[in-house]
């Protein structure tokens, strides 16, 4: 499964963004979907995840109240709405995927992995 995620962009500080990740081939709809950002320097952290269902959602504590995670299997796009955002929100964001239907935050859970689209939050 080859993911692909889009949507970043360059932003002012208390703007929003709205990232989306599809796959090639096939659809994640069996599939939990997670975000992940990574800027430079620091490692991978959790951001969001969605069950295969939508039915439910966790949230890295840095992004509860600002970003909702959500997605529409019909389309095959899971989305990442960002809004209010900060400077350090500034990274590459990555979607994944797991073989199985329900959520986690650890990235090693996570079985594929999109190219990662970034994000930059100016002050």
């Known amino acids: 499964v080859q993911l692909q995620a889009s949507g970043g962009g360059l932003v002012q500080a208390g703007g929003s963004l709205r990232l989306s990740c599809t796959a090639s081939r096939r659809t994640l709809s069996n599939n939990a979907v997670g975000w992940f950002r990574q800027a430079p320097g620091t490692e991978r952290e959790f951001v969001a995840a969605?069950?295969?269902?939508?039915?439910?959602?966790i949230y890295g504590d840095s992004v509860k109240g600002r970003f909702t995670i959500s997605r529409d299997n019909p389309k095959g796009t899971v989305y990442l709405q960002m809004n209010n955002l900060k400077p350090e929100d500034t990274a590459v964001y990555y979607c994944a995927a797991r073989r199985v239907a329900y959520i986690d935050d650890g990235a090693g859970d996570y079985n594929y992995w999109g190219q990662g689209t970034q994000v930059t939050v100016s002050s």
């Open positions: 969605i069950n295969w269902r939508g039915s439910a959602t």
